[in-house]
Protein backbone atom coordinates (compact mmCIF):
# COMPACT_ATOMS: atom_id res chain seq x y z
CA UNK A 1 0.00 0.00 0.00
CA UNK A 2 3.00 2.12 -0.13
CA UNK A 3 4.44 4.51 2.91
CA UNK A 4 1.77 6.44 4.80
CA UNK A 5 2.71 10.02 7.04
CA UNK A 6 2.55 8.29 10.57
CA UNK A 7 0.65 11.43 12.78
CA UNK A 8 -0.49 11.50 16.63
CA UNK A 9 -3.95 10.37 16.94
CA UNK A 10 -4.63 13.68 18.46
CA UNK A 11 -3.60 15.93 15.88
CA UNK A 12 -6.44 14.60 13.83
CA UNK A 13 -8.76 13.62 16.21
CA UNK A 14 -10.16 15.03 19.20
CA UNK A 15 -11.57 13.27 22.60
CA UNK A 16 -14.18 14.35 25.21
CA UNK A 17 -16.23 13.00 28.06
CA UNK A 18 -19.91 12.86 28.10
CA UNK A 19 -21.50 13.85 30.87
CA UNK A 20 -24.96 12.26 30.62
CA UNK A 21 -25.98 9.39 32.66
CA UNK A 22 -28.82 6.39 31.76
CA UNK A 23 -30.65 8.24 35.22
CA UNK A 24 -30.61 11.61 33.83
CA UNK A 25 -33.13 10.35 30.24
CA UNK A 26 -36.42 9.79 32.99
CA UNK A 27 -39.17 9.79 29.99
CA UNK A 28 -36.76 11.64 27.67
CA UNK A 29 -38.27 10.45 23.82
CA UNK A 30 -37.44 11.90 20.60
CA UNK A 31 -35.85 11.21 17.08
CA UNK A 32 -32.18 10.87 18.10
CA UNK A 33 -30.44 7.54 19.12
CA UNK A 34 -28.27 7.24 22.83
CA UNK A 35 -26.14 4.85 23.03
CA UNK A 36 -24.44 3.09 25.91
CA UNK A 37 -21.27 0.44 26.31
CA UNK A 38 -23.73 -2.50 25.34
CA UNK A 39 -25.28 -0.55 22.21
CA UNK A 40 -28.64 1.11 21.49
CA UNK A 41 -30.68 2.30 24.90
CA UNK A 42 -33.63 4.63 23.44
CA UNK A 43 -34.42 7.07 21.35
CA UNK A 44 -34.32 11.11 22.79
CA UNK A 45 -34.75 14.59 21.65
CA UNK A 46 -31.48 15.59 21.45
CA UNK A 47 -27.92 14.86 19.98
CA UNK A 48 -24.83 15.48 20.81
CA UNK A 49 -22.58 15.42 17.67
CA UNK A 50 -23.40 16.09 13.93
CA UNK A 51 -21.48 13.57 12.08
CA UNK A 52 -20.47 10.22 12.84
CA UNK A 53 -17.76 9.77 15.32
CA UNK A 54 -16.10 6.80 17.07
CA UNK A 55 -17.04 6.15 21.06
CA UNK A 56 -14.67 4.27 23.43
CA UNK A 57 -16.35 2.60 26.70
CA UNK A 58 -14.18 4.13 29.45
CA UNK A 59 -14.23 2.41 32.30
CA UNK A 60 -16.58 -1.48 33.34
CA UNK A 61 -15.78 -5.04 31.81
CA UNK A 62 -16.16 -3.51 28.39
CA UNK A 63 -13.34 -1.09 28.78
CA UNK A 64 -11.40 0.31 25.45
CA UNK A 65 -14.48 -1.16 23.11
CA UNK A 66 -14.93 0.83 20.14
CA UNK A 67 -17.87 1.77 18.50
CA UNK A 68 -18.92 3.37 15.11
CA UNK A 69 -21.77 6.13 15.94
CA UNK A 70 -24.24 7.76 13.48
CA UNK A 71 -24.36 11.24 13.03
CA UNK A 72 -26.91 13.12 15.38
CA UNK A 73 -26.40 10.68 18.07
CA UNK A 74 -25.29 10.38 21.98
CA UNK A 75 -23.84 8.20 24.45
CA UNK A 76 -24.04 8.07 27.95
CA UNK A 77 -21.38 8.31 30.88
CA UNK A 78 -19.64 5.44 30.40
CA UNK A 79 -18.80 6.01 27.30
CA UNK A 80 -16.96 8.88 25.26
CA UNK A 81 -16.60 10.64 22.02
CA UNK A 82 -13.69 10.21 19.72
CA UNK A 83 -14.32 13.04 16.87
CA UNK A 84 -12.41 12.83 13.84
CA UNK A 85 -11.04 16.05 12.01
CA UNK A 86 -11.19 16.63 8.39
CA UNK A 87 -8.21 14.65 7.50
CA UNK A 88 -9.18 11.24 8.42
CA UNK A 89 -12.28 9.58 7.76
CA UNK A 90 -14.81 8.27 10.86
CA UNK A 91 -14.40 4.15 9.22
CA UNK A 92 -11.05 4.06 8.41
CA UNK A 93 -10.47 5.53 12.34
CA UNK A 94 -12.54 2.94 14.06
CA UNK A 95 -10.48 0.10 12.21
CA UNK A 96 -7.30 2.10 13.08
CA UNK A 97 -8.46 2.53 17.12
CA UNK A 98 -9.45 -1.18 16.50
CA UNK A 99 -6.05 -2.07 16.02
CA UNK A 100 -4.75 0.36 18.72
CA UNK A 101 -6.25 -2.45 21.79
CA UNK A 102 -7.36 0.84 23.79
CA UNK A 103 -7.56 -1.48 26.88
CA UNK A 104 -3.60 -1.40 27.86
CA UNK A 105 -4.05 2.17 28.62
CA UNK A 106 -6.36 1.82 31.51
CA UNK A 107 -5.19 3.50 34.55
CA UNK A 108 -7.14 3.06 38.12
CA UNK A 109 -6.55 -0.10 40.52
CA UNK A 110 -10.06 0.16 42.12
CA UNK A 111 -12.15 1.56 38.96
CA UNK A 112 -10.02 1.14 35.74
CA UNK A 113 -10.65 3.58 33.21
CA UNK A 114 -9.11 4.97 30.31
CA UNK A 115 -9.64 8.51 28.44
CA UNK A 116 -8.28 10.29 25.06
CA UNK A 117 -5.69 11.73 27.12
CA UNK A 118 -4.13 8.71 28.06
CA UNK A 119 -3.65 7.21 23.74
CA UNK A 120 -3.88 10.48 21.88
CA UNK A 121 0.20 10.97 21.41
CA UNK A 122 -0.13 7.39 20.03
CA UNK A 123 0.82 7.31 16.21
CA UNK A 124 -1.35 6.11 13.90
CA UNK A 125 -0.83 6.11 9.28
CA UNK A 126 -2.55 8.70 7.28
CA UNK A 127 -3.32 7.56 4.07
CA UNK A 128 -4.79 9.82 1.96
CA UNK A 129 -8.84 10.30 2.26
CA UNK A 130 -9.95 8.18 -0.53
CA UNK A 131 -7.44 5.33 0.36
CA UNK A 132 -8.97 5.68 3.57
CA UNK A 133 -12.05 5.16 2.63
CA UNK A 134 -11.20 2.46 0.34
CA UNK A 135 -9.70 0.94 2.83
CA UNK A 136 -12.20 0.77 4.98
CA UNK A 137 -15.24 -0.55 2.41
CA UNK A 138 -12.67 -3.40 1.93
CA UNK A 139 -12.81 -4.42 5.53
CA UNK A 140 -16.33 -3.24 6.01
CA UNK A 141 -16.90 -5.88 3.06
CA UNK A 142 -14.81 -8.57 4.81
CA UNK A 143 -16.67 -8.38 8.27
CA UNK A 144 -20.21 -7.98 7.05
CA UNK A 145 -19.48 -11.59 4.87
CA UNK A 146 -18.28 -12.64 8.38
CA UNK A 147 -21.61 -11.56 10.20
CA UNK A 148 -23.33 -13.46 7.57
CA UNK A 149 -21.45 -16.45 8.19
CA UNK A 150 -21.69 -16.26 11.70
CA UNK A 151 -26.01 -15.75 11.41
CA UNK A 152 -25.76 -19.34 9.10
CA UNK A 153 -24.19 -20.79 12.03
CA UNK A 154 -26.63 -19.60 14.00
CA UNK A 155 -29.64 -20.46 12.11
CA UNK A 156 -28.52 -24.17 12.03
CA UNK A 157 -28.45 -24.33 15.70
CA UNK A 158 -31.80 -23.07 15.84
CA UNK A 159 -33.09 -25.30 13.32
CA UNK A 160 -31.48 -28.44 15.82
CA UNK A 161 -33.41 -26.92 18.30
CA UNK A 162 -36.34 -26.63 16.62
CA UNK A 163 -36.54 -30.14 15.33
CA UNK A 164 -36.34 -31.05 19.12
CA UNK A 165 -39.48 -29.68 20.10
CA UNK A 166 -41.15 -30.23 16.98
CA UNK A 167 -40.43 -34.53 17.28
CA UNK A 168 -39.88 -34.42 21.30
CA UNK A 169 -42.13 -31.53 23.04
CA UNK A 170 -41.12 -29.10 25.35
CA UNK A 171 -38.76 -32.08 27.86
CA UNK A 172 -39.91 -30.08 31.02
CA UNK A 173 -43.52 -30.33 30.15
CA UNK A 174 -43.25 -33.35 28.34
CA UNK A 175 -46.42 -32.68 26.33
CA UNK A 176 -46.07 -35.70 24.45
CA UNK A 177 -46.20 -38.10 27.57
CA UNK A 178 -43.01 -39.83 27.09
CA UNK A 179 -41.98 -42.23 30.02
CA UNK A 180 -39.70 -40.41 32.40
CA UNK A 181 -36.73 -41.00 34.38
CA UNK A 182 -34.25 -39.27 36.64
CA UNK A 183 -30.51 -39.29 34.88
CA UNK A 184 -29.01 -41.44 37.40
CA UNK A 185 -31.22 -44.36 36.39
CA UNK A 186 -30.17 -43.64 32.79
CA UNK A 187 -26.25 -43.73 33.75
CA UNK A 188 -24.13 -47.28 32.78
CA UNK A 189 -23.72 -49.80 35.29
CA UNK A 190 -20.48 -48.95 37.51
CA UNK A 191 -20.00 -46.54 40.34
CA UNK A 192 -17.82 -43.75 38.64
CA UNK A 193 -20.75 -43.65 35.49
CA UNK A 194 -21.86 -40.42 37.91
CA UNK A 195 -18.73 -38.65 38.65
CA UNK A 196 -17.69 -34.77 39.92
CA UNK A 197 -14.25 -33.87 39.44
CA UNK A 198 -11.63 -34.66 42.13
CA UNK A 199 -10.74 -32.32 45.21
CA UNK A 200 -8.85 -29.17 44.10
CA UNK A 201 -6.33 -29.90 46.43
CA UNK A 202 -5.71 -33.67 44.17
CA UNK A 203 -5.01 -31.71 40.96
CA UNK A 204 -3.02 -28.48 41.46
CA UNK A 205 -1.03 -27.32 39.40
CA UNK A 206 2.33 -28.35 40.46
CA UNK A 207 1.84 -31.71 39.40
CA UNK A 208 1.08 -30.53 36.02
CA UNK A 209 3.35 -31.98 33.35
CA UNK A 210 3.94 -31.38 29.35
CA UNK A 211 2.61 -34.22 28.04
CA UNK A 212 0.77 -37.37 29.35
CA UNK A 213 -2.89 -37.65 30.64
CA UNK A 214 -4.82 -34.79 29.59
CA UNK A 215 -6.91 -32.70 31.97
CA UNK A 216 -10.77 -31.82 30.47
CA UNK A 217 -11.88 -28.60 32.12
CA UNK A 218 -14.44 -26.07 31.16
CA UNK A 219 -12.18 -24.70 28.44
CA UNK A 220 -12.75 -27.40 26.45
CA UNK A 221 -16.94 -27.66 27.28
CA UNK A 222 -17.25 -23.80 26.93
CA UNK A 223 -15.72 -23.74 23.21
CA UNK A 224 -17.23 -27.09 22.79
CA UNK A 225 -13.89 -28.72 21.65
CA UNK A 226 -12.36 -31.94 23.29
CA UNK A 227 -8.83 -31.21 21.39
CA UNK A 228 -8.46 -27.69 23.06
CA UNK A 229 -6.23 -26.91 25.79
CA UNK A 230 -2.42 -28.49 27.03
CA UNK A 231 -2.68 -29.65 30.78
CA UNK A 232 -1.71 -32.91 31.18
CA UNK A 233 -0.61 -35.28 34.23
CA UNK A 234 1.55 -37.92 34.42
CA UNK A 235 0.84 -41.55 34.29
CA UNK A 236 1.36 -41.95 38.41
CA UNK A 237 -1.07 -38.81 38.91
CA UNK A 238 -3.38 -40.67 36.25
CA UNK A 239 -3.60 -43.55 38.32
CA UNK A 240 -4.45 -42.47 41.21
CA UNK A 241 -7.41 -40.15 39.77
CA UNK A 242 -8.54 -42.87 37.41
CA UNK A 243 -12.13 -42.83 39.02
CA UNK A 244 -12.20 -39.48 37.06
CA UNK A 245 -10.92 -40.44 33.52
CA UNK A 246 -13.15 -40.15 30.48
CA UNK A 247 -14.22 -42.32 27.70
CA UNK A 248 -15.22 -41.85 24.45
CA UNK A 249 -18.94 -40.65 24.66
CA UNK A 250 -19.20 -39.38 27.98
CA UNK A 251 -20.69 -36.19 28.37
CA UNK A 252 -19.18 -33.88 30.78
CA UNK A 253 -20.71 -30.81 32.18
CA UNK A 254 -19.53 -28.00 33.76
CA UNK A 255 -20.38 -27.17 37.34
CA UNK A 256 -20.03 -23.39 37.37
CA UNK A 257 -20.67 -20.71 35.19
CA UNK A 258 -22.45 -22.35 32.40
CA UNK A 259 -25.73 -23.31 31.98
CA UNK A 260 -26.76 -25.53 29.28
CA UNK A 261 -23.41 -26.13 27.97
CA UNK A 262 -21.70 -29.43 27.59
CA UNK A 263 -19.34 -31.75 25.81
CA UNK A 264 -19.54 -35.33 23.82
CA UNK A 265 -16.14 -37.12 24.22
CA UNK A 266 -15.60 -37.94 20.51
CA UNK A 267 -14.38 -41.70 19.66
CA UNK A 268 -10.56 -40.16 18.93
CA UNK A 269 -10.50 -38.56 22.45
CA UNK A 270 -6.97 -37.92 24.61
CA UNK A 271 -6.55 -40.47 27.39
CA UNK A 272 -6.92 -37.96 30.79
CA UNK A 273 -9.78 -37.12 33.44
CA UNK A 274 -11.81 -34.07 34.36
CA UNK A 275 -11.02 -31.16 36.30
CA UNK A 276 -12.65 -29.88 39.56
CA UNK A 277 -15.45 -27.57 37.77
CA UNK A 278 -16.52 -30.59 35.92
CA UNK A 279 -18.67 -34.10 36.37
CA UNK A 280 -19.19 -36.61 33.66
CA UNK A 281 -21.87 -39.06 33.05
CA UNK A 282 -21.45 -42.53 30.82
CA UNK A 283 -25.27 -42.91 29.73
CA UNK A 284 -26.24 -46.09 29.45
CA UNK A 285 -26.57 -46.79 25.65
CA UNK A 286 -29.60 -48.64 25.84
CA UNK A 287 -31.04 -45.94 27.34
CA UNK A 288 -30.00 -42.28 25.72
CA UNK A 289 -28.36 -41.39 22.83
CA UNK A 290 -25.83 -38.64 24.24
CA UNK A 291 -26.76 -36.25 21.09
CA UNK A 292 -30.73 -36.27 22.06
CA UNK A 293 -29.18 -35.47 26.37
CA UNK A 294 -27.23 -32.52 24.24
CA UNK A 295 -30.11 -31.21 23.11
CA UNK A 296 -32.67 -31.59 26.23
CA UNK A 297 -30.10 -30.17 28.44
CA UNK A 298 -29.31 -27.31 26.44
CA UNK A 299 -33.09 -26.85 25.68
CA UNK A 300 -34.52 -22.80 26.49
CA UNK A 301 -36.79 -24.74 29.00
CA UNK A 302 -34.54 -26.59 31.09
CA UNK A 303 -31.97 -23.83 31.41
CA UNK A 304 -34.89 -21.91 32.66
CA UNK A 305 -35.16 -24.98 35.08
CA UNK A 306 -31.76 -24.99 35.71
CA UNK A 307 -31.21 -21.40 36.64
CA UNK A 308 -34.54 -21.67 39.04
CA UNK A 309 -32.63 -24.69 41.00
CA UNK A 310 -29.39 -23.38 40.93
CA UNK A 311 -27.66 -22.26 43.92
CA UNK A 312 -24.19 -20.01 44.28
CA UNK A 313 -26.56 -16.17 43.73
CA UNK A 314 -24.76 -14.27 41.23
CA UNK A 315 -22.74 -17.49 40.02
CA UNK A 316 -24.84 -20.21 37.96
CA UNK A 317 -23.88 -23.25 40.43
CA UNK A 318 -24.58 -27.19 39.45
CA UNK A 319 -23.71 -29.70 41.58
CA UNK A 320 -23.78 -33.65 41.41
CA UNK A 321 -26.60 -34.02 43.03
CA UNK A 322 -28.92 -31.49 41.62
CA UNK A 323 -28.17 -33.39 37.79
CA UNK A 324 -28.43 -36.69 38.71
CA UNK A 325 -31.96 -35.84 40.15
CA UNK A 326 -32.91 -34.18 36.30
CA UNK A 327 -36.15 -35.69 35.47
CA UNK A 328 -35.46 -36.83 31.44
CA UNK A 329 -38.19 -38.02 29.31
CA UNK A 330 -37.14 -41.22 27.52
CA UNK A 331 -38.77 -41.54 23.83
CA UNK A 332 -37.91 -44.93 22.00
CA UNK A 333 -33.88 -45.36 21.40
CA UNK A 334 -35.13 -45.62 17.86
CA UNK A 335 -36.44 -42.00 17.73
CA UNK A 336 -33.31 -40.56 19.37
CA UNK A 337 -31.31 -41.71 16.88
CA UNK A 338 -32.98 -40.46 14.17
CA UNK A 339 -32.82 -36.88 15.68
CA UNK A 340 -28.77 -37.81 16.40
CA UNK A 341 -28.57 -38.94 12.63
CA UNK A 342 -29.85 -35.22 11.51
CA UNK A 343 -27.44 -33.55 14.29
CA UNK A 344 -25.03 -35.17 12.72
CA UNK A 345 -25.94 -33.94 8.74
CA UNK A 346 -26.60 -30.28 10.32
CA UNK A 347 -22.77 -30.80 12.24
CA UNK A 348 -21.26 -31.63 8.78
CA UNK A 349 -22.77 -27.91 7.12
CA UNK A 350 -21.78 -26.20 9.87
CA UNK A 351 -18.41 -27.87 9.54
CA UNK A 352 -17.80 -26.53 6.14
CA UNK A 353 -19.23 -23.13 7.41
CA UNK A 354 -17.40 -22.62 10.10
CA UNK A 355 -14.35 -23.46 7.78
CA UNK A 356 -15.53 -20.49 5.56
CA UNK A 357 -15.69 -19.05 8.76
CA UNK A 358 -12.12 -19.06 9.47
CA UNK A 359 -11.02 -18.23 6.48
CA UNK A 360 -12.77 -14.90 6.27
CA UNK A 361 -11.23 -14.71 9.90
CA UNK A 362 -7.84 -14.99 9.17
CA UNK A 363 -8.21 -13.06 5.92
CA UNK A 364 -9.48 -10.19 8.25
CA UNK A 365 -6.88 -10.07 10.72
CA UNK A 366 -4.23 -10.19 7.80
CA UNK A 367 -5.76 -7.22 6.26
CA UNK A 368 -5.64 -5.57 9.47
CA UNK A 369 -1.96 -5.94 9.39
CA UNK A 370 -1.34 -5.19 6.15
CA UNK A 371 -2.84 -1.65 6.52
CA UNK A 372 -2.22 -0.80 10.29
CA UNK A 373 0.82 -3.10 11.13
Known amino acids: MGKWEMVRLGDVCSGTVTNIAQKDLGDNNGDFPIYGASGFIK ?79 EFIPLPPLPVQRKIADTLDQVNSLIETRKKQIEKLDLLVKSQFIEIFGDPVTNPKGWEVSCIEDTVADGKNALKAGPFGSSLKKEYYVKSGYKIYGQEQVIRGDATYGDYYIDEEKYRSLQSCAVQANDVLISLVGTYGKLLIIPEDYEPGIINPRLMKITFNPLKINTTYFSSFFGSDSMIQRLSENSHGGTMDILNLRMVKKIIIPLPPLDLQNQFAAFVERVEVQKARMKQGLDKLEVMYKALMQEYFG
Request: zero cysteines.
Open 43 to 121: NVDFYKQENPYIAVVKDGSGIGRVSRMPAQSSVIGTMQYVLPGKSIDADFLYYVMIQMRLARFYTGATIPHIYFKDYKK
